[in-house]
């Protein structure tokens, strides 16, 4: 039987449920996994401060890759990989974006900037790139210009979210950017959003380059994942999990389907495999 060393998952839809809370049955499989010896790596697309909740609900002292891969760093926030985008490449983006009428985001690693609100009620729409309380840990400036703010910041962002209400609109500006911006890569959140990330960025290679570190290889690892933004994750490890409430997509990838977030997909998965495997030495 193959023993796995690493279980990496995307704790939006997985361990968050509808809520943002988080199940018992998930923080017991957690320290099922703990006691197991697996290395539990959390991942998100949102900021840092999401999977460091996460984190901190679950008592794990393990890794975060955070903003789709740009980010890998301990619960402490002691940053091991940090792959900002290039400011010029920010610019470019933040240039083609005034073509259209969509909801962007500009996400560093403390701070998020994002186009300002025109009207009161489109606030609302604007502040749900974030999950409840998270404007407190992660606060989100909005200004008129992307472009003017980012020659302000000095820096490029870790990623860019951009929002649309017609999914055909979407994807209208992502192939428009991906064929005007060379040194970017696009992960699919949902029908309505996107997240772009610098060129050698993204879940996939994050994870690739944790286990490395960790002297291990991807066949030690479990991934689970909710959205098209996992598919080369679950893809290039040992073992490629989605969840019940997984996109359509994922689930076509993956070698396992289990149940949804609301069912407990994540315990019942752990469970199932782990229940087995021997007792990991911890070093």
């Not at 920010?90 to 073509?99: A, G, K, N, Q, Y």
């Amino acid at each position: 039987m193959k023993a796995y060393k690493l279980l990496a998952v995307n704790i939006d839809g997985a361990i968050f449920g509808k809520d943002s809370k988080i199940s018992r049955r998930t923080k017991e499989a957690i320290n099922y996994l703990k006691y197991k010896g697996i290395t539990v790596v959390l991942t998100t697309s949102q900021p840092f401060s999401r999977a460091q909740k996460a984190a901190k609900a679950l008592k794990l002292d393990g890794m975060v890759i955070a903003h789709g891969g740009a980010l890998v760093a301990d619960t402490d926030r002691n940053e091991w990989f940090n792959r900002q985008l290039e400011m010029d490449t920010t610019l470019d983006f933040c240039h083609i974006l005034e073509r259209f009428d969509c909801d962007a985001r500009l996400l560093y690693g403390n701070h998020a900037v994002a186009t300002r609100p025109l009207q009161k009620q489109n606030l609302l729409a604007r502040m749900s790139f974030s999950s409840p309380g998270e404007q407190l840990m992660y606060p989100t400036t909005y200004v008129d210009s992307l472009y003017e703010q980012v020659l302000k910041e000095g820096s490029g962002p870790l990623n860019i979210s951009v929002k649309c209400e017609n999914s055909a609109d979407l994807d209208h500006i992502c192939e428009v950017l991906q064929k005007e911006i060379q040194s970017i890569e696009m992960s699919r959140i949902s029908r309505e959003e996107c997240i772009f990330v610098g060129a050698g960025a993204g879940k996939a290679r994050a994870l690739q380059w944790l286990t490395k570190q960790r002297g291990m290889e991807m066949e030690d690892v479990v991934a689970i994942g909710i959205g098209e933004e996992d598919i080369d994750m679950i893809e290039m490890a040992g073992l490629g999990v989605a969840m019940g409430n997984a996109s359509g997509k994922l689930k076509e990838k993956a070698s396992w389907v289990t149940r949804t977030v609301d069912q407990d997909g994540f315990a019942f998965m752990v469970h199932e495999l782990f229940r087995k495997q021997l007792r990991l030495q911890v070093d």
